[in-house]
């Protein structure tokens, strides 16, 4: 499977599971400006009052530099990226985190 398709797949589920969520780019038009934000996680989910910052990766997938780098300062300042390399892995999180325990 390839990430595209993985990240289909999660669409889906976040959307049958009733989650409001927003994909983060590493880039992207703005007007007439490239907006750069490299190392960003996939996804960001809201329920409930609660979020969740999503990676997802196939399973021969790793973070480059730019991710591990942006990763650790979310850690720093309290927020914590979960890395998913499969659908299974990637429902196991998102449940958790329903349950308010991600």
């Known amino acids: 499977m390839t990430e595209t398709e993985l990240q289909k797949q999660c669409n889906e589920y976040l ?3 009733g989650i409001h ?3 983060l780019q590493a880039g992207g038009q ?3 400006k490239r907006v750069q934000c490299g190392g960003l996680p996939d996804l960001l ?3 409930r009052g609660q979020h969740c910052l999503i990676e997802l990766k196939t399973l021969t997938g790793k973070l480059n530099d730019k991710q591990r780098e942006e990763f650790k300062k979310f850690f720093a300042v309290g927020y ?3 890395v998913c390399h499969s659908f299974e ?3 196991c999180v998102v449940d958790e985190f329903m349950k308010g325990e991600a």
Do not use: K
Request: aromatic share 34%; charged share 15%; net charge positive.
């Open 15 to 17: 959307r049958t599971r």
């Open 21 to 23: 969520f927003f994909h």
């Open 30 to 32: 703005h007007g007439n």
């Open 45 to 47: 989910l809201w329920y």
């Open 80 to 82: 914590v990226v979960y």
């Open 89 to 91: 892995e990637f429902q």
